[in-house]
């Protein structure tokens, strides 16, 4: 159980494009979802954390109108990277934590989305 | 501010031995512990979570818990190349959002 998957895996686009990422919680309901940010070689670094229904909350440092973040159901939070750059190409990840079973009080992963801007 | 430490490594150990790789943190407040497994390219994978003093096994992996010392370790046994990854510890604070602070990680090799 505590299955988390993202879509898509990776995705190539233009400078001065919107590209959306989908996190989906697959086997539980996820109250609150993660969005992470890894550069080669870094660290993790959490971006925002969403809860179902209300509006992101994010870290400092990050644009908030840049990184729009929704979580309008409790299986599903998109990221959508707008107007990207070069300088946002990096590997993105969601995970989620949930109210049942394994996922509570834990957080899942998903696989991550590799974004490379052109 | 929350800080969660790891000897970023690389640790090397053979193949058949037992890993030790270790964590503090700050916060003495924090209630969650939790180690995650990521290989290069890959995103991370809870292996290990652990909540009171003591040790929890699980298999090959047993994860420590020394609240008064801050400080949590996960030992892998019998290490396997296919154990070769980095090693993150993650610390939650008891916010109800279950927000983790991540360490920068251990690389572990394991050499055949």
């Known amino acids: 159980g505590a299955v988390v998957s993202q879509h898509p895996s990776w995705v190539i686009c233009k400078s001065g494009t919107s590209v959306k990422i989908e996190c989906r919680s697959l086997d539980f309901q996820a109250t609150t979802m993660f969005w992470y940010r890894q550069f080669p070689k870094q660290s993790l670094m959490l971006m925002a954390t969403s809860n179902e229904g209300s509006k992101a909350t994010y870290e400092q440092g990050v644009e908030k109108d840049k990184f729009l973040i929704n979580h309008a159901s409790l299986t599903l939070s998109t990221l959508t990277v707008t107007s990207a750059h070069p300088e946002d190409s990096s590997f993105y990840i969601c995970s989620a934590t949930g109210t049942s079973g394994r996922a509570v009080r834990e957080q899942y992963f998903g696989p991550g989305t590799r974004l490379t801007v052109t | 501010q929350k800080e969660v430490e790891q000897n970023s490594g690389p640790l090397s150990v053979p193949e058949g031995a037992i890993a030790s790789l270790n964590c503090t943190y700050s916060?003495?407040?924090?209630?969650?512990f939790f180690w995650y497994r990521q290989y290069s390219g890959k995103s991370p994978e809870l292996i290990m979570s652990?909540?009171?003093?003591g040790d929890k096994e699980d298999g090959r992996f047993t994860a420590q818990l020394n609240k008064a010392s801050q400080y949590v370790s996960l030992l892998i046994r019998d290490s396997q190349p296919s154990d070769s990854a980095t090693y993150l510890c993650a610390v939650n604070s008891g916010g109800s959002n279950y927000k983790l602070t991540f360490g920068k990680g251990t690389l572990l090799t394991v050499n055949p």
């Open positions: 916060d003495r407040g924090s209630q969650s």
């Open positions: 652990i909540y009171s003093n």
